[in-house]
Nanobody, 132 residues
Framework: QVQLVESGGGLVQPGGSLRLSCAVS????????IAWFRQVPGKERDWVSC????????NVADSVKGRFTLSRDNNNNSVYLQMNNLKPEDTGRYYC?????????????????????????WGQGTQVTVSS
């Protein structure tokens, strides 16, 4: 069973930085996609960034491009979301999600346009609040 555990959220002032971590365990597939989504109360969960198991570069949503960076550490079975120049509109609960695939192309397709329906495993989320 796949388990995802997020950490690193908190309260930060506008312009500040945070690094979110997602520890992944239980994956048996060589091919998978891992994504970060965020959600504010009353709104849908939106994707932030996604990376497949064989790619070095992540797909990043336009709203955070140039400020957020997603990286993968295979040795530690973790992914990290580095968030710089945070804005109040970045406030929300951030979720790590993962899904295995039978081929790398399928994992890459999941990351091309990530949707919540495509990901079957989710963490509990970590709250990020950007406020002065």
């Amino acid at each position: 069973q796949v388990q995802l555990v997020e950490s690193g959220g908190g309260l930060v002032q506008p312009g500040g930085s945070l690094r979110l971590s997602c520890a992944v365990s239980g994956f048996t597939s060589d091919y998978y996609a891992i994504a970060w989504f965020r959600q504010v109360p009353g709104k849908e969960r939106d994707w932030v960034s996604c990376i497949s198991s064989k790619d070095d570069n992540a797909n990043v949503a336009d709203s955070v491009k140039g400020r957020f960076t997603l990286s993968r550490d295979n040795n530690n079975n973790s992914v990290y979301l580095q968030m710089n120049n945070l804005k109040p509109e970045d406030t929300g609960r951030y979720y790590c999600a993962a899904e295995g695939a039978t081929h790398i192309t399928l994992a890459q397709l999941m990351c091309a346009v990530p949707t919540t329906r495509a990901f079957g495993s989710w963490g509990q989320g970590t709250q990020v609040t950007v406020s002065s």
